[in-house]
Every structure is written in structure tokens, then in C-alpha cells.
């Protein structure tokens, strides 16, 4: 299992410092912590802004010592893909750009999470907007496909999305939608916030394609007073059979105070779970 952290390409960018500069650091800070790889956001390939930001982006990445070898914050809330205000060419084109330069980095997955973007609006039919889902992700899956980018679409919790909130709804998208670019993550925090069974990891199985995790209270891993049940989480990585794919990732998405500080130690705390579950 690889571990990696979500955070943006400037989290430790100091004053009137370049992008590359900040890159830099960042790298050889997460390297240094036992990082495997760095989740970037979508937001950071500037899709919708100067292309100028995006190459400096990619040069500064060419001899980083780890990889981007996710992106999460796909779609932006601007760009609705559920209720009566859809216009699904004018995102598939954000979304062609977006896996473009996503590639051109060398990403090999993006989360299709995307809250703002898809949470069902008020008084909008749900079946309606389920099915607008599943047509998105039927016309993205073969631009995601073209540019050899895996979608892995995230349910969230239900304080934060009305449309896929559980590991088995959206393995009903990946079923409805039958492409083989598009299949689903499994975000502990967000399963734990509902108590979804962990049983749902398992029965995902080969359609599980990518993993977050957070402590208790969505804080750093190994801090919370009352520890998330990362053992219970891991087995059943393990069960499903995706802990022993060659993609099989698994990366921290929650606050942390300081990675400097912090990062080291929570790997350590998330290898020594893994390896005694």
C-alpha cells in the first residue's frame, strides 16, 4: 500500500517565493516524512486560468523526488452536473482539459467528488439527477479513457452531498455506467461520519480504485483523542482484494496543522495500522 497526503502544491510556499520553489520544498518535506506520492487538487493545473501557472506547475514537477499520483476536486461547483441548469458539453470540455494536463504530469487517477458541482438542488427530483450522473460519467468515461486518466468517483457524507453518499451507491454509477474508466473510492472519513458497514469495501472489490482516510473529526491520523477504527478499515482493503493491486493508494484527506510536524508521524502511525491489521 502507498500513502500520500491531499494538499495544494503551495502548503508550505513562503512569502514572494516562486511556484517552483514551493514545489520543492513541499516534496522534500513529504519525502522526507515517508510519503509515497502527493494528491493534488484539480485546481492546480489553472484550467480556467493562465496556462503560464500550469507549465511552471510541470517543469517544477519533472525532478521532483515524489509524484502526483492523484488529483481530487475535480469539477468545479461553477460547473453543474445535476438540476435544471446542466450543460454537460461546456463541462466535458473542462473535464478534457482538465485529464489533458492531468496526463501531461503524469496522474494516473482523479477523484470525482465534487460536491458544489453535483449535490441535487432543492425540489429537483433525485432519480432525475442520479440519471443526469450517470450520463455524465458515461460521456466522460471515454474522454477519461483517451487520455489514460481512471475516474474514481467518491461518495461523501451526508452532510456534505445528497446524491452519492455510500461505497455501494456509488457502485451503482460504475454498474449503470459500465466503463472501464470509471469506478469508485472509498473515503474512511466519509464512511465512518455515517457509519457505513465497512463490508461495502469488500463487496466493491475490483472496482475499488482508490482510497482516502482521516482521523476522528476529520483531523490528522494518530491524533484523536478516540481513534477511527483504521484496523477494521485496512482488513477490509485487504478482503477486497485491493491492497494487492499495483494501484492500490490510499491518502490522507483531512486538516492537518503542520506537515512539517505532523506528516512524519502519521505515516508512521498508518504503516504500523496497516502492517497489524
Same mark, same amino acid.
Given at each position: 500500500m502507498k500513502f500520500g497526503l491531499c494538499c495544494g502544491p503551495t502548503a508550505l510556499a513562503q512569502e514572494n517565493e516562486s511556484l517552483t520553489a514551493s514545489v520543492t520544498r #513541499?516534496?522534500? =518535506? #513529504?519525502? $522526507?516524512? /515517508?510519503a509515497d506520492y502527493v494528491e493534488f487538487p484539480v485546481a492546480a493545473l489553472a484550467v480556467e486560468g493562465e496556462k503560464s501557472t500550469f507549465e511552471e506547475l510541470k517543469s517544477a514537477l519533472q525532478?521532483? *523526488? #515524489?509524484k502526483v499520483e492523484a488529483m481530487n476536486g475535480f469539477i468545479p461547483p461553477h460547473h453543474r452536473i445535476t438540476g435544471p441548469d446542466v450543460d454537460i458539453p461546456k463541462v466535458l470540455s473542462f473535464c478534457d482539459e482538465a485529464l489533458s494536463r492531468a496526463h501531461q504530469i503524469g496522474? *494516473? +487517477?482523479?477523484?470525482? /467528488?465534487?460536491? /458544489? @458541482?453535483?449535490?441535487?438542488? $432543492? /425540489?429537483?427530483e433525485h432519480a432525475t439527477a442520479i440519471e443526469q450522473f450517470n450520463q455524465f460519467c458515461r460521456e466522460l468515461g471515454p +474522454?477519461?479513457?483517451?487520455? $489514460? =486518466? %481512471?475516474i474514481a468517483i467518491e461518495p461523501l457524507n451526508t452532510r456534505e452531498d445528497n446524491l452519492i453518499n455510500t461505497v455501494a451507491q456509488g457502485e451503482q454509477t460504475v454498474k @449503470? +455506467?459500465?466503463? *472501464?474508466?470509471?469506478? +469508485? #473510492?472509498a473515503d474512511f472519513y466519509h464512511m465512518f461520519a455515517d457509519n457505513e458497514p465497512l463490508s461495502n469495501i469488500v463487496d466493491a472489490g475490483p472496482d475499488l480504485w482508490h482510497t482516502h482516510l482521516a482521523d476522528t473529526g %476529520?483531523?490528522?491520523?494518530?491524533?484523536?483523542?478516540?481513534?477511527?477504527?483504521f484496523h477494521g478499515f485496512f482488513k477490509a482493503l485487504k478482503n477486497s482484494g485491493y491492497a494487492a493491486q499495483p494501484y492500490a493508494h490510499c491518502s490522507f484527506e483531512g486538516r492537518i496543522q503542520?506537515?512539517?510536524?505532523?506528516?512524519?508521524p502519521m505515516f508512521a502511525f498508518l504503516r504500523k495500522r496497516w502492517e497489524e491489521s
Open positions: #513541499l516534496m522534500d =518535506v #513529504l519525502q $522526507d516524512a /515517508g525532478d521532483a *523526488p #515524489l496522474v *494516473p +487517477v482523479i477523484v470525482l /467528488g465534487s460536491g /458544489g @458541482a453535483r449535490k441535487v438542488p $432543492d /425540489g429537483f +474522454v477519461a479513457e483517451r487520455h $489514460d =486518466v %481512471r @449503470a +455506467v459500465n466503463h *472501464p474508466h470509471i469506478k +469508485v #473510492l %476529520r483531523i490528522t491520523a494518530g491524533t484523536a483523542e478516540e481513534e477511527a477504527d503542520s506537515i512539517t510536524e505532523q506528516a512524519k
